[in-house]
C-alpha cells in the first residue's frame, strides 16, 4: 500500500456511468476535483443529487408492512 493511498479513475467508466445519469457524493466529487483536470471538469459537468432516495427493499418493506388501524373506543359512565 501507497503512503498516502492512492487509486485510479477510469475516465472511460466515468463518463459511462455520468450519461447513464449516475450522481456523484459530495465526497467523492470533492476527491474527484482535486485529480487531473480533464476529471474535475467531468465532475463539474455531472448532475448533483438531490437527496438521497430510499433503498429498494426498504421501500418495498413499507408497502409490505401492514398498516395499524386505529379503534375508537367510547366508554359510558355508569348510571346512579
Known sequence: MTEPATFTIDEKKLDMWITRGALISDGMRKILK????????KVEA????????P???EAAAKKAAPKKKTVKKTVEEPKA
Open 34 to 41: 482535486k485529480g487531473k483536470k480533464a476529471v474535475a471538469a
Open 46 to 53: 455531472a448532475p448533483v443529487p438531490k437527496e438521497a432516495k
Open 55 to 57: 433503498a429498494k427493499k
